[in-house]
């Protein structure tokens, strides 16, 4: 069995390092300074009667006099002994660690944020109990101790290797904070365990926490001694556990209808979810406003009864301006945990898709699709009718048609738009997700157009492609197609007899499909197929328009945003309005951490210029239940669990006090020695 990490008792323990007790050595040097006889020099005098000591000592054999007490000679000796002590480093303290290498690790999760009253009863945090802890328990180390410092946030972080500065640990312990993000002690624990492994001696691992764990099983089987220390007293939270920012129709909303009504005016509708973590019923107000503005656009007051998590909807009517800005989510009245009480999101670029259809051939000015106008210059579409009127009959959808020249020049073309070009294969096609229909012979996004089949049969489709699902291509006949081979076989969507004839030339950025033939050219526009089809693909445009993120926007986790594939000298703003490391790969920006909940804004140059705004969210009921959670330490090594409230002050030092001490003496007798003495008593000089 391993000793135990820490020994309380009940009257403090006074530590010395011997180290600087050799200065003691240097009294008696001091001492035969003051007994040693004076060397005299010879000189002639009327009298040796006022030199009779004087005489004495040359008539003395000894090389040594009497010791006599002299003030000087005490203050020396003292100041000798107080620089001694000093350099000895000593202490008292109630807790006494007995490990050569010793791995602290600091909870750094959104939890440790919660406010807490200090041992004086100070208003503080959990994370400034725990970092005056770390202190505490670094001035405890034994003399040749080193120790090493973690911090525990999403990821594990190396503060400070190992070290036996306590000057220096401490300073890292000052720097670390409270992250705004889920944690994960596992990851921590693995890494000072990986640390601790290879050194000899005593190892131990501590670790400072609220408890809060949103894993708690991560302590198990740990293969070193362990031992937790709580910090900070249960307190009951409410948070927004939940959010999600749609657009709408304030008659279906109302009416539950499926699909809104064209004439249906446009409604933002945030969705929260808000939980009680507490034991008290809460009545709380939840508003909801725009960045950077003081209006409220919507406010509900709701109780939450004890461990509920209640539903809230709060809805306004945006105009074109409003599209794309933040908007924020706050509970009042404000808790122990303010960070959850917060929440962010953005309004949806509106409830209408653009679509923009683009031909490779000549049209007359002027002439939209079926159902749409064009816009001024433009050049009507002149592909496939029937691929124009399916995407028009859907109305959710702003369909504007031209030429290929109209499509690469427009200036201030939506980044979110669905872009169909029937007839042409373009290098670098602006918008959102494309759909490239009978493209010419040649190399197109990764697929070798071939040439021409005759009549083919179609014999198998991807269904488990989302572009494909709930639809049949049986009994579809096309006149002709193009041969298409793909990069690979998984990028095939439609074979037929004699080969493929639609792929899949999605990127990181936008999901692409090329059809190998023209729609009129078949029967397929005939079938309901070609209408479920048509769907599919505005349903993931759609999606990717709601979203513009391909991963999670949680806090603590990398952030993907979609940018165009020609962007460059990009550019990542994070909450506070720091700079943030972005990278960018295939028409994806990538944001290694976000460690704070709020808005970041990623910019970009480039021929298709433009800026997207990024919510990021805590939404932890794991971090926001600040109530008691049991530690999972079974199986595996020693794990012991204690609170801060009962240890006992760990460590207070007096190397600082017994150095101004030596340094009075000092000075006190650099004093005594240089004073002029004042004239004796009863033998004043007379008068002028």
Same mark, same amino acid.
């Given at each position: 069995m391993a000793a135990p990490l820490a020994q309380a008792s009940g009257s403090p323990l006074s530590l010395l390092a011997p180290g600087g007790l050799w200065l003691l050595a240097l009294l008696g040097p001091l001492v035969v300074l003051y007994i040693l006889k004076i060397k005299r020099s010879r000189r002639r005098v009327p009298s040796t009667w006022l030199w009779a000591a004087a005489q004495r000592d040359l008539m003395a054999r000894a090389p040594f006099r009497r010791l006599i007490a002299q003030l000087p000679l005490v203050l020396q000796a003292l100041a000798l002994a107080l620089l001694a002590l000093a350099l000895a480093r000593p202490a008292s303290r109630g807790r006494a660690f007995t490990g050569d290498h010793v791995a602290i690790i600091l909870d750094t999760s959104a939890s440790m944020s919660a406010a807490a009253r200090s041992p004086s009863g100070e208003a503080t945090t959990r994370i400034e109990l725990g970092k005056q802890l770390a202190?505490?328990?670094?001035?405890?180390?034994?003399?040749?101790?080193? !120790?090493?410092?973690?911090?525990?946030?999403?990821?594990?972080?190396?503060?400070?290797?190992?070290?036996?500065?306590?000057?220096?640990?401490?300073?890292?312990?000052?720097?670390?904070?409270?992250?705004?993000?889920?944690?994960?002690?596992?990851?921590?624990?693995?890494?000072?365990?990986?640390?601790?492994?290879?050194?000899?001696?005593?190892r131990r691992i501590v670790?400072?926490?609220?408890?809060?764990?949103?894993?708690?099983?991560?302590?198990?089987?740990?293969?070193?001694?362990?031992?937790?220390?709580?910090?900070?007293?249960?307190?009951?939270?409410?948070?927004?556990?939940?959010?999600?920012?749609?657009?709408?129709?304030?008659?279906?909303?109302?009416?539950?209808?499926?699909?809104?009504?064209?004439?249906?005016? /446009?409604?933002?509708? !945030?969705?929260?979810?808000?939980?009680?973590?507490?034991?008290?019923?809460?009545?709380?107000?939840?508003?909801?406003?725009?960045?950077?503005?003081?209006?409220?656009?919507?406010?509900?007051?709701?109780?939450?009864?004890?461990?509920?998590?209640?539903?809230?909807?709060?809805?306004?009517?945006?105009?074109?301006?409003?599209?794309?800005?933040?908007?924020?989510?706050?509970?009042?009245?404000?808790?122990?945990?303010?960070?959850?009480?917060?929440?962010?999101?953005?309004?949806?670029?509106?409830?209408?898709?653009?679509?923009?259809?683009?031909?490779?051939?000549g049209g007359a000015p002027g002439q939209g699709a079926p159902g749409q106008g064009a816009p001024a210059g433009a050049t009507a579409f002149s592909g496939s009718p029937w691929l124009a009127r399916a995407l028009a009959s859907d109305p959710m959808t702003s369909v504007t048609s031209g030429s290929l020249a109209d499509l690469l020049g427009a200036p201030a073309l939506d980044p979110d738009t669905f872009v169909v070009v029937d007839g042409a294969c373009p290098p670098d096609v602006p918008g959102g997700d494309l759909l490239l229909v009978n493209p010419p012979p040649g190399r197109c996004f990764g697929t070798l157009v071939g040439p021409t089949l005759d009549r083919p049969t179609l014999t198998s489709w991807d269904t488990a492609d989302p572009r494909l699902r709930f639809l049949t291509l049986d009994g579809v006949h096309l006149r002709a197609a193009s041969s298409l081979e793909p990069e690979s076989a998984t990028r095939a969507l439609i074979r037929a007899q004699e080969g493929t004839v639609a792929t899949d030339i999605s990127t990181a950025s936008r999901t692409g499909t090329l059809l190998g033939f023209d729609v009129g050219e078949s029967d397929w526009p005939l079938k309901a197929s070609f209408v479920l089809f048509v769907r599919?693909?505005?349903?993931?445009?759609?999606?990717?328009?709601?979203?513009?993120?391909?991963?999670?926007?949680?806090?603590?986790?990398?952030?993907?945003?979609?940018?165009?594939?020609?962007?460059?000298?990009?550019?990542?703003?994070?909450?506070?309005?720091?700079?943030?490391?972005?990278?960018?790969?295939?028409?994806?920006?990538?944001?290694?951490?976000?460690?704070?909940?709020?808005?970041?804004?990623?910019?970009?140059?480039?021929?298709?210029?433009?800026?997207?705004?990024?919510?990021?969210?805590?939404?932890?009921?794991?971090?926001?239940?600040?109530?008691?959670?049991?530690?999972?330490?079974?199986?595996?090594? /020693?794990?012991?669990?204690?609170?801060?409230?009962? /240890?006992?002050?760990?460590?207070? /030092?007096?190397?600082?006090?017994?150095?101004?001490?030596?340094?009075?003496?000092?000075?006190?007798?650099?004093?005594?020695?240089?004073?002029v003495p004042g004239p004796l008593r009863g033998h004043e000089p007379p008068a002028a």
């Amino acid at each position: 069995m391993a000793a135990p990490l820490a020994q309380a008792s009940g009257s403090p323990l006074s530590l010395l390092a011997p180290g600087g007790l050799w200065l003691l050595a240097l009294l008696g040097p001091l001492v035969v300074l003051y007994i040693l006889k004076i060397k005299r020099s010879r000189r002639r005098v009327p009298s040796t009667w006022l030199w009779a000591a004087a005489q004495r000592d040359l008539m003395a054999r000894a090389p040594f006099r009497r010791l006599i007490a002299q003030l000087p000679l005490v203050l020396q000796a003292l100041a000798l002994a107080l620089l001694a002590l000093a350099l000895a480093r000593p202490a008292s303290r109630g807790r006494a660690f007995t490990g050569d290498h010793v791995a602290i690790i600091l909870d750094t999760s959104a939890s440790m944020s919660a406010a807490a009253r200090s041992p004086s009863g100070e208003a503080t945090t959990r994370i400034e109990l725990g970092k005056q802890l770390a202190r505490d328990l670094l001035s405890g180390l034994t003399p040749g101790s080193d !120790a090493l410092i973690l911090e525990a946030g999403r990821d594990a972080r190396l503060v400070a290797a190992l070290d036996r500065d306590l000057v220096r640990l401490k300073a890292a312990v000052d720097t670390v904070a409270a992250r705004e993000v889920e944690g994960d002690i596992g990851s921590a624990v693995a890494l000072a365990v990986d640390r601790l492994r290879q050194l000899g001696g005593a190892r131990r691992i501590v670790v400072i926490t609220d408890g809060n764990l949103a894993r708690p099983a991560a302590l198990r089987g740990v293969s070193l001694p362990l031992e937790v220390i709580t910090v900070g007293a249960p307190v009951d939270n409410a948070a927004i556990v939940r959010v999600d920012v749609r657009s709408g129709s304030g008659a279906a909303s109302a009416s539950g209808a499926d699909a809104p009504r064209p004439d249906d005016r /446009e409604e933002v509708q !945030a969705f929260l979810v808000v939980a009680n973590l507490g034991a008290q019923p809460r009545d709380l107000y939840v508003t909801m406003r725009q960045d950077n503005a003081s209006d409220v656009l919507g406010s509900r007051r709701v109780l939450v009864k004890p461990g509920e998590r209640l539903p809230v909807v709060l809805t306004f009517r945006p105009s074109p301006g409003d599209y794309r800005k933040g908007l924020l989510f706050e509970l009042s009245p404000r808790d122990a945990m303010p960070i959850d009480d917060v929440a962010y999101g953005r309004v949806p670029a509106g409830d209408k898709l653009p679509v923009f259809l683009a031909s490779g051939g000549g049209g007359a000015p002027g002439q939209g699709a079926p159902g749409q106008g064009a816009p001024a210059g433009a050049t009507a579409f002149s592909g496939s009718p029937w691929l124009a009127r399916a995407l028009a009959s859907d109305p959710m959808t702003s369909v504007t048609s031209g030429s290929l020249a109209d499509l690469l020049g427009a200036p201030a073309l939506d980044p979110d738009t669905f872009v169909v070009v029937d007839g042409a294969c373009p290098p670098d096609v602006p918008g959102g997700d494309l759909l490239l229909v009978n493209p010419p012979p040649g190399r197109c996004f990764g697929t070798l157009v071939g040439p021409t089949l005759d009549r083919p049969t179609l014999t198998s489709w991807d269904t488990a492609d989302p572009r494909l699902r709930f639809l049949t291509l049986d009994g579809v006949h096309l006149r002709a197609a193009s041969s298409l081979e793909p990069e690979s076989a998984t990028r095939a969507l439609i074979r037929a007899q004699e080969g493929t004839v639609a792929t899949d030339i999605s990127t990181a950025s936008r999901t692409g499909t090329l059809l190998g033939f023209d729609v009129g050219e078949s029967d397929w526009p005939l079938k309901a197929s070609f209408v479920l089809f048509v769907r599919n693909l505005l349903e993931q445009a759609r999606a990717h328009r709601a979203h513009g993120i391909t991963g999670p926007a949680r806090t603590g986790e990398p952030l993907r945003v979609s940018v165009p594939a020609t962007a460059r000298d990009l550019q990542a703003i994070g909450p506070a309005g720091e700079r943030l490391d972005v990278a960018q790969r295939g028409g994806v920006a990538v944001i290694a951490e976000t460690p704070r909940a709020g808005f970041y804004r990623l910019s970009w140059q480039g021929p298709q210029a433009g800026s997207v705004l990024v919510p990021a969210n805590l939404t932890s009921v794991a971090e926001s239940d600040l109530t008691p959670k049991p530690l999972v330490t079974e199986g595996g090594g /020693e794990v012991a669990v204690s609170s801060a409230s009962s /240890e006992q002050d760990a460590h207070t /030092e007096w190397t600082w006090l017994l150095a101004l001490a030596a340094l009075a003496f000092v000075v006190f007798d650099v004093w005594y020695f240089t004073r002029v003495p004042g004239p004796l008593r009863g033998h004043e000089p007379p008068a002028a």
